[in-house]
Structure formats: structure tokens, C-alpha cells
């Protein structure tokens, strides 16, 4: 089943992506839930189950706009480095013995089809395309032997970098605001039987620049979900991003950046397309 925060007309809603179109759950869950966290908080996802059964789409995919699976002002957004093999040949990175991690705000995040913002002050702004984990249900100390259950579904998430920033700030240089997309929907957990085989791929207009299978990320995901219980509970809605293939941008020769105009795609076999075209910075 996939699930997706958008807005219809001047309302945000949430709701049931199909292939015909779009079952609004806003207008009949929302003296219960009031957006995809809430369904997960509250124990919901089986009813949305049962209206995704029987109910036609009230709209076209064409008249929503997609927000992020979880854009709440208090979204948690871990995210990996060095978390493929080849990426971390291509920078040049020991395998770390731990998780390597840092957060992205939810301010620096749009959803598919909306514009990323290339900031006037950097002319080196990279692409990452990234498997995100959405977890389903919360908790501290997870064992790894439970921690897949938690995990409630996956997403797309293109993390968008200032690489100057970066080298001296990776929570500046991952944060710039509006220079990541996260989306379009997240599918439920029981549509991934193995995570391993989604197969992700990148393409800068339409020049495939990173292509690898999930299974090439080098830490297992309860072992993730475990690890990050550990220092912090867990809740539903939080997100992993599980770092990205090599082939980035400032690793190329020459290198290759993304600029105003561009469009950026990253796609997951099994998950979706997540789509967004880049605009400068128009400061005030």
C-alpha cells in the first residue's frame, strides 16, 4: 500500500496511492489521524488497508501535490554516510566499525515534483540518491531480532549536498534549506518482502549516474534500527536514510554538479520514481 501526505485543492491531507488515482483518508479518518504518522501511532494502517480494498479514487493523481511522507516540524531524519562499499572506495573512506550518522531538518526536505533550491553561496551542489526506512512502530533498546517489525515501510530520498559546506560542517552541508527531496510516498513493509533486491538508480536529465542494488549498503537494517534505539526511542515516522551508491557528483572527472534547470530523478525498482527540477536561490 502506498501512503502519501499531499495537498488537494488548499487542503492537506493523506491518503492511498493507486493506479487509478487517489483515496483520500483525510476526509474519512481525520477526527482519528491526521496525517501518515498518525496512522502508525494509532494503530490504523490495517482499516486504511480495508478502505484501499473498497473504495474508488476521489481524484486523479494529477490534482495533488506530494508532500513528504513525513513533514511534520518535528520530523527525525537519520541519515548514513559512507554506507556503500563503492562510495566509500570513491572518497577514499576506511569502512567505519559504526554507523556513521547525522540529521537533516525537516526544512531541508520537498517533496516530488516540488523545486530544490541551488544556494547562491556554493556552485557545488551534489546529488545522493538514498533508500529511506520509515518506522512504523517506536521503541528504545530494539533487539535485532524484533527490529524489523518496526519498521513500517520505505521511501526515496535524494540527499542533496553542499559539498564545500560539507567539508567543514556536515550538518551545514546537508542542510541547506529545500536542497533534498524526500518521497513521493512511502510503501508499506509488507510489499518488501526483501529489501535487499530494490534496485536504486539515479539520473541527472536523464544520464543514469548511480545504479545499485540495496544490498550492496554494507549494514544490515535491524542492525540500524538497533543501533539507533540505543541512544535515542525510537517513534513512528522517523526516518533512515540509508546513504548512497557511488557515482556522486564531486567524485567524477570532471566533476558534475547539479545547476538551475536540471532535473534530477531517483528511482527505486519496486518503490517509485521520486522527481524534481533545481531553481536558484532568489534571496530577499
Known amino acids: ?4 501526505n499531499v ?6 491531507t493523506f491518503g492511498i496511492v493507486t493506479d487509478s488515482g487517489f483515496i483520500d483518508l483525510g476526509s474519512r479518518l481525520g477526527q482519528q489521524a491526521a496525517d501518515i504518522v498518525d496512522l502508525f501511532e494509532r494503530n490504523l494502517v490495517g482499516q486504511a488497508r480495508e478502505l484501499a480494498a473498497g473504495t474508488q479514487p476521489d481524484c486523479g493523481l494529477d490534482e495533488i501535490v506530494f508532500r513528504t511522507p513525513n513533514d511534520r516540524s518535528d520530523a527525525r531524519i537519520f541519515a548514513l554516510g559512507w554506507a556503500y562499499a563503492e562510495h566509500q572506495a570513491e572518497t ?5 566499525a559504526f554507523p556513521n550518522m547525522f540529521n537533516r531538518l525537516p526544512e531541508s526536505l ?11 553561496i556554493s556552485d557545488t551542489f551534489d546529488y545522493e540518491g538514498e533508500v529511506a526506512v520509515i518506522i512504523g512502530k517506536g521503541g528504545r ?4 531480532d524484533a527490529a524489523k517489525s518496526h519498521i513500517g515501510g520505505y521511501s526515496i530520498l535524494m540527499d542533496g549536498s553542499i559539498r564545500e ?8 552541508g546537508k542542510n541547506f ?3 533534498g527531496s524526500f518521497g513521493p510516498w512511502m510503501l508499506t513493509a509488507d510489499e518488501v518482502p526483501d529489501p535487499a533486491k530494490l534496485i536504486l538508480t539515479t539520473r541527472l536529465n536523464g544520464e543514469q549516474v548511480q545504479h545499485a542494488p540495496f544490498g550492496d549498503m554494507v549494514w544490515d537494517l535491524a542492525h540500524l534500527v538497533h543501533y539507533i534505539s540505543t541512544f535515542c526511542e525510537l517513534r513512528a515516522g522517523d ?3 540509508t546513504g548512497t551508491p557511488g557515482g556522486v557528483g564531486h567524485k567524477r572527472n570532471p566533476q558534475k554538479f547539479m545547476k538551475p534547470g536540471d532535473t534530477i530523478e531517483v528511482e527505486v525498482q519496486g518503490l517509485g520514481l521520486l522527481r524534481n527540477t533545481v531553481v536558484q536561490e532568489v534571496e530577499d
Open 92 to 96: 577514499g573512506k576506511e569502512p567505519p
Open 177 to 179: 534549506d529545500k536542497s
Open 239 to 241: 526516518v533512515i536514510s
Open 7 to 12: 495537498k488537494r485543492g488548499d487542503t492537506n
Open 110 to 120: 520537498v517533496g516530488h515534483g516540488a523545486h530544490l533550491v541551488k544556494p547562491n
Open 1 to 4: 500500500m502506498k501512503l502519501a
Open 141 to 144: 533498546h530494539i533487539p535485532m
Open 165 to 172: 559546506w560539507q567539508k567543514h560542517s556536515i550538518t551545514a
